[in-house]
């Protein structure tokens, strides 16, 4: 069966450092989304991307997060200049139709 | 502002007992409904979902839901826990216009008991 995949699994980084975080989506999937879930707290909208371009951004996707579509297959997530606060686990999701979104195993970001 | 109540925070049932998370949404419209469960260390899998149609959907691992609009429930049960169901699982929602965001609640960390 198909499956979202992310890479890498933990990714620890220094205060300031930029981070690139990778997702293989399911091959026919058209709809791609990245999601984040600080320790403890729900999962948290960040991002969806359709037809190479950005569709909606949540409040905590600001200008230091972009994502890109680089190819056909990869979609990525990047932190430009990371804060403690970006510490959480990543997730990425696809969909086929942009109704039922299939998740990634995530990235445990560590921020120190 | 749309959100998702997940009122249990820990459950703990014996195995082989029958199981009941509870979700509630707070939406304008009847929304697209879904169940995820997140066991340790893995990522999110889709255990069901409900857009349309008969109240009462199945899922994977024997996992159903019944969607009650009167009560803007959408309650996961199974009549019989295993052991390997112990996880976290999370209700979510989205508009049903399509490529819009999941809204999550906070989960539901289940653990079975000998």
């Known amino acids: 069966e198909p499956e979202v995949t992310q890479t890498p699994s933990h990714q620890v980084t220094q205060m300031g450092q930029e981070v690139i975080l990778r997702c293989v989506p399911i091959s026919n999937h058209l709809y791609f989304y990245w999601y984040r879930q600080i320790l403890g707290q729900k999962v948290e909208f960040l991002v969806s991307?359709?037809?190479?371009?950005?569709?909606?951004k949540s409040e905590i996707f600001d200008d230091q997060f972009s994502v890109e579509r680089p190819d056909g297959s990869n979609f990525t997530l990047k932190i430009r200049s990371t804060k403690l606060e970006d510490s959480a686990m990543y997730f990425c999701?696809?969909?086929?139709?942009?109704?039922?979104?299939?998740f990634g195993p995530g990235t445990r970001l560590t921020v120190l | 502002a749309q959100s998702v109540t997940q009122p249990d925070i820990h459950i703990t049932v014996s195995e082989g007992a029958s199981l009941e998370l509870r979700c509630n949404y707070s939406y304008g419209a009847t929304p697209y409904l879904f169940w995820y469960v997140q066991s340790p260390g893995q990522g999110l899998q889709l255990l069901l979902k409900y857009f349309s149609g008969d109240t009462l959907v199945q899922g994977i691992k024997g996992f159903e839901a019944e969607f009650k609009r009167s009560q803007s429930s959408f309650n996961l049960r199974k009549p019989s826990v295993h052991w390997s169901d112990a996880a976290e699982y999370f209700c979510?929602?989205?508009?049903?216009?399509?490529?819009?965001?999941?809204?999550f609640g906070k989960g539901t960390r289940l653990s079975v008991i000998a």
């Open positions: 999701a696809s969909s086929a139709r942009g109704d039922t979104q299939y």
């Open positions: 991307f359709y037809n190479n371009e950005i569709s909606e």
């Open positions: 979510a929602v989205a508009l049903v216009s399509g490529n819009t965001p999941l809204v």
